[in-house]
């Protein structure tokens, strides 16, 4: 059985042919590991780093582009889930608070203190219906929002959760005079503002990249990529249980599985003791397909646009604005730069049609900004960016979409016996999980894993550095000395900034390539050049052109994609990735269709 793409295509075909890659050409070379994980999202590709620091022998394949599925179409945020409360999940908050704490120093490179604003109509609404809603995990009549005696007993106890180890200010309430001073386009009936600390992601495609990148290196061996412990490719998909030439009784201990390269449509067994399905909304679609068939999931689609909006941006005042809308919807404005993320919606998924953010959750989004800011206007032509995931979460039959556990498990299972490959391999599934809590998830899995495997933990990554964390400046003054101390020939201190921004410490890699050889910025955009775009080419395992302004910058998200943009960047990577005239019009016209389709952006001229 043959499993989607990740733009809910059926594989058959395709894009185009390229050369060998490295990373295939090594699994392919040896094809067994003890440990196979399926799925290069957050949590698979966390699960993959810990395993890697173990000393297991793991794999991972994704079948897209890593963190290309719900890990790249989260509202970027890095919290412990205030209103999960509300459903009794205090285990899940106390983790999520906890783990928020040990990003924002493991990971500071990505990871920023969020201020959060909350605005509040009343102050005892929703005193009589929260304790329905915390017993029922359902709506009953016509929502009521929360009041202010409510959201002073929920934050007083985020708080508690955060006293050990705890990085951010404790919460602040405001009557309505100060906070409209304040913040003074709220809504003028506001009776209270409570302002309280998260924190959010605004690069989480690099940040998965960096913790990939963290397991490849804890693997490294001399002898090649095929002697490594621990292995990873993109746009490598599971096609079926076995390959076509295995036979029941010949595979031995674990389990083969064929593999399908996405970009030459190749096939090839693998073998592995022990399975790990990450593989987020689509878990069932994957067990199926290894013959352990499971009913696990009940994913939600989530949508958020990205504005360009001087007036908007202006009006948080560098926070996040966290409310209830008039559904009972818990949703958010917040800055991201200089644009401004605006976010989310909560309702059931088809999986059989894509996730894209339709028209009727726009008119959502622009009704829910008027509802905190009257006097503001938003127009089409101001979003630059939509995205939109499906949520990994558990099967919910009548339970509605909001109340729906964030939590997460793991499920045990092994393929059917006597199917051909099925072999002794157990698959573990990943049931849920959250951008927040992917370390501590990441060490359960590998926990799990690891009693299977009859091994030890060694490491713990509780307060291991993730990647350009590492040594990261701790405040403005230390980043400006390490902009100024890293400028060079060509390169001003915007430029080094941008690349400081990118990759945290690991520029300093970036910069020696740069510096390695004559060098030039694109004439389309002050954020890349041409050896910039050769190193990612060479390192950063890029699959297609979207995938760099999609994953490896933030270039699409800002709406900074041109025509032009398009065939200057196709040109540069046409010979490290060996596309001719006809592959990289191909990937000009896929990136313009993924744009437009994914993600409303419409690119309307192309300059050759």
Known sequence: MGLKDSFGHSGATPAHSTGPRAAVQGLRNRPHAKVLIIGGGINGVGTFRDLALQGVDVALVERGDYCQGASGASSHMIHGGIRYLENGEFRLVRESVVERNRLLR?????????????PIFSTFSGVLSAPLRFLTHKQHGKPKERGAFLIKLGLSMYDSFSRDGGSVPRHQFRGRKRALAELPQLHPGI?????YFDASVHNPERL?????????????????????????????????????????????????????DELTGELFDFTADVIVNTTGAWVDLTNEAMGAASAFMGGT????????????????????????HTDGRIVLIYPMGDRVLVGTTDVLADMSKDAV??????????????????????????????????????????????????????????????????GTAVVLSLVGGKWTTFRALAEHMANDVLAELGMERKVSTAKLAIGGGAGFPEDDAGIQKWIKAHMGAGRDADRTAVLLTRYGTRADDVIRYLDAGPDRLLRSTREL?????????????????????????????????????????????SAPLGWDAAAKADEIQRAREVLERFHGVQIHSLVA
């Open 106 to 118: 493991i990971a500071p490179h990505y990871v920023k203190p969020l201020q959060t604003t909350i």
């Open 191 to 195: 009776k209270y503002a409570a302002t």
């Open 208 to 260: 998965t990249l960096d913790v990939l990148q963290d397991g490849e290196k804890a693997g490294q061996v001399s002898g090649g990529p095929e002697s490594s412990t621990a292995r990873a490719s993109n746009y490598l998909a599971l096609h079926s249980l076995g390959g076509a030439a295995t036979k029941p009784g010949t595979t031995g201990s674990g389990t083969t599985v064929q593999l399908r």
């Open 301 to 324: 689609k989530g949508s958020h646009i990205v504005l360009d909006h001087p007036g908007l941006l202006e009006a948080c005042h560098g926070r996040e604005i966290f409310f209830e």
């Open 357 to 422: 953010c339709t028209e009727e959750e726009i008119e959502y989004f622009f009704d829910l900004i008027g509802h905190v800011f009257p006097d503001i206007t938003v127009q089409r032509d101001q979003i630059v960016y939509t995205f939109s995931g499906v949520r990994p979460l558990p099967r919910h039959d009548a339970t509605q979409p909001g109340f729906v556990s964030r939590d997460y498990r793991i499920e045990r299972r092994t393929p059917a016996t006597g199917a051909p490959g099925a």
């Open 529 to 573: 050049s041409v050896r910039e775009l050769e190193f990612m080419a060479r390192n950063e395992q890029i699959g297609h052109l979207i995938d760099v302004l999609v994953r490896r910058t933030s270039l699409a998200f800002r709406g900074l994609v041109t025509g032009e943009l398009l065939v200057e960047v196709a040109d540069v990577l």
